[in-house]
């Protein structure tokens, strides 16, 4: 597998980067979500909805950039898989919306809260499961006719999109729940260290449950993942993701606050590299690769003049926003 340095290729890692800048941003305050029933009614809930106060509408950009990169760069990859994924980006699109009105209403309204604390969590769960199977359909493939969709209106549902669906959940659970141990103290940091465990487990599990899946999909996964000499470079990932899982396991034990979620997003990383292990050079796996999906080499190389300004700002508000929110949160309003 060799990389070429075109525009193709860096507009591919540049997608690639804000998607994963997403799913690790976005992803911690979507598991605040998910695990938010677990947490009492009062104080608890309060503090974990002020860890992410500051920060979560920002985080969303990187939802914008990706699937705005992905329409201008690879014009003919978003035409294939837009209607392949509609029923699922509308539901991951909803999901946003009613947990953002949730996340806002919850304060303002409070004789509602418990209605507007159900609609922050759905709204958590649909927008990641929604996620997670579009993860898994891609993987599993999409049927291409000419230059475009093929397939049917459920194409995407299948065991294998379930079981990656359920995987993101467990994988954002237990990266809100990490976020937490690292913002929070008193009882709500106790009870995120609880679902850390919990989540940790099950993540793993899930971790090990899709990569014994994967290689024997349809397309090269199995040539690419078990086969020599690809396998010198892809052992590595497992080992390390069991490596990983046994020092976050140790830096529960011993109370540590911000180990836990940094060693989060080092598994998420690795699950990254190994999802571009499988699929690159394909945008749409053993269907279209990054190339035949490309726009014209004058578009991207306009639009790279314009992503080169704009990273950087977005990198340096982002990053700004987290230092100054910096520390351990309390439990008054949000306003």
Excluded at 28 to 53: K, T
Excluded at 60 to 83: D, S
Excluded at 189 to 197: G, I, M, P, S, T
């Amino acid at each position: 597998m060799s990389v070429n340095c075109d525009l193709a290729t860096i507009w591919a890692f540049l997608i690639a980067f804000a998607v994963f800048a997403y799913v690790v941003l976005d992803g911690f305050d979507l598991g605040i979500g998910i695990i938010f029933p677990a947490f009492g009614v009062g104080e608890e809930r309060d503090a974990a909805m002020n860890a992410i106060a500051p920060v979560w509408d920002g985080n969303e950009t990187w939802l914008v950039l990706g699937g705005g990169g992905l329409m201008a760069a690879f014009p003919l990859a978003f035409a294939i898989l837009m209607p392949a994924f509609y029923p699922l980006i509308i539901a991951m699109l909803l999901g946003l919306v009613f947990r953002g009105v949730a996340f806002e209403f919850r304060w303002r309204d409070p004789r509602h809260r418990a209605f507007w604390d159900f609609g922050f969590t759905a709204g958590s769960v649909v927008a990641a499961l929604a996620q997670g199977i579009i993860l898994g359909a891609l993987l599993q493939g999409v049927k291409v006719t000419g230059r475009g969709y093929g397939g049917g209106w459920l194409d995407w549902l299948t065991p294998f999109s379930l079981l990656t669906g359920g995987s993101v959940l467990a994988a954002y659970a237990l990266l809100g729940s990490t976020w937490l141990i690292a913002k929070t103290e008193g009882n709500a940091q106790k009870r995120a260290c609880r679902l850390a465990r919990r989540y940790g487990i099950i993540t793993l599990l899930a971790i090990a449950a899709v990569s014994a899946a994967t290689p024997f999909l349809a397309h090269d996964y199995y040539t690419r993942w078990l086969t020599m000499p690809g396998i010198l470079l892809t052992a590595p990932v497992p080992v390390l993701v069991a490596l990983l899982g046994l020092i976050f396991w140790r830096a529960l034990g011993r109370g540590a606050e911000s180990a836990p979620f940094l060693l989060t997003l080092a598994l998420f990383a690795l699950c990254f590299v190994g999802l571009g292990i499988s699929m690159y050079p394909y945008i749409v796996p053993d269907a279209v690769t990054i190339w035949a999906a490309a726009a014209p080499e004058s578009s991207q190389l306009f639009m790279l003049i314009g992503a080169g300004i704009m990273l950087p700002l977005i990198l340096g508000y982002t990053g700004w926003a987290y230092w100054v929110f910096r520390g351990k949160v309390g439990t008054e309003g949000y306003h």
